[in-house]
């Protein structure tokens, strides 16, 4: 048995009792019964090596599809702003599918655990696939931006579903080496997005954006769909509260819009914004009152306490936050500060973003050796946390804040795939799709509330008149170098702040074994 064999076989069920003894036990509970009824939960013959990698494939070609479309946009709106005459609505072709893909990542989540991984993979991706045609046949803004809200809905279904379909797969031993596989995916797309948005709005029409994830949609589905048959089953027919899937939906593109919003559109204490935030919290309890009472909750409250949950989703969105945070910020730096171009300070992004990948992958091959795997999240998100302190204090020259952001990026980069398989590996098999969407739920919403925040530092700082929309040069027309560099120093101390959150939340998240064969057990299996 190789260690594909044994990391996707599952116990098959007890062998039935004989009828003498059957006979003399009480009658099994309609619930019990209809858990009984549900479909097995290992597959019939383990998964071959070719058919794991095969699945693999599959998922990370799904994975780009939704990656690159959250970057290949944004070098094409102004060709689709002059072509439909209208540039004020510009924003809302980005926050449309912002806000659908994060209010469904939970729902997804929670629906793979009802109806099954291949039913969601192909809702998801043919949302994304006609929302993408209809964008590109769009006649006017209006139809764009909904299209683009249409789209998001797939988008942000593919990540949570992928992310369970893995769990799946592969053991929560091996699981943190494919999790950084993902990340790297994440970084190509981040890398190429751009590039070819940029190419097809000057070269040839700015709808091949969306066109192109026509053919990669179809070929991930032919490559899935064929294999999926062979997964194991851990998916629970039940009824879907659907009551608290809206409250919470609603309640996160509330919180998203006052996000977006907030500090640019309109202050933060407008009575706009006030009314909003207030929607918002009442939204957020009556969740919370609905979930309480409801017989089986669309995202169960017990879920989210514990000793791994909690910690884990904090690391991870603090890792996240402060990535996401510095991504969109240092430009703004680079140009004013260093003298930089724009694709210049584009480039100077890499370390932080490209770098990360690589502690992911750190993290995910020490799980597959190590019996604590956490130690290097939790040495890694100190060192990282060294650097950002180090960066807040100095006033370093280009290489050596490049230097200092490598080394956040790795730090930060061993959080993701540690917390990911450790809050899978806390909750049952027929969970992992809710823990799962609930993980980037809270990931998304901690990304844009940091963006908001170091948007909200700079503004204080700089003044309130500064409006960071414009893009670099817009944005520091009028101020001074060294205050720039004083008011970034606000938004580094946040980011040590995030960094230090992760780590001794690292520290504080119980270490549960992690279920596989480890890197010898594998070897020795293999020969």
Known sequence: MNKFDRQSHYPAASPSLPEELAAELPSIPPQVQAIEDAPSLAPPVPLTPAEVRTILMSLLLTMFLAALDQTIVATALPTIGRQFQDVTNLSWVITAYLLASTAVA??????????????????????FVVGSVVCALAPNMPVLILARGLQGLGGGGIMPVVQTVISDVVSPRERGQYQAYFSGVWLLAGLLGPVIGGFFADHLHWSMIFWINVPLAVAALALLLPKMGRLPVYHRLRKVDWTGGLLLMASAVVFMLVL?????????????ILAMIGSGVALGLAFVWHAKRADEPFLPLSLMGGTVVPYGMLASGCALGALIGLTVHLPLYYELVYHLTPSEAGLGLIPIAAISTFGAAIAGRTMARVKHYKRVAIVGTFIGTIAAAIMTVTTPSLWMLLVLLSICGIGLGTAFPISVVSLQNAVDRSQIGTITGAMNFFRSMMSSFTVAAFSAILLMVLGADISLAEGAHGAVSGVAEADMIHAF????????????????????????????????ETVELAE
């Open 106 to 127: 939970p729902v997804f989540g929670t629906l793979c655990d009802i109806y099954g991984r291949r039913s969601m993979i192909i809702t998801a991706l043919s949302l």
């Open 489 to 520: 120093r606000y938004v580094y101390a946040a980011a040590t702040a995030m960094l230090a959150c992760a780590s001794v939340c690292m520290i504080l998240m119980e270490e549960r074994p992690l279920a596989g064969p480890s890197r010898t």
């Open 260 to 272: 977006t919003w907030g500090g640019h559109k309109l202050a933060w204490l407008s009575p706009t």
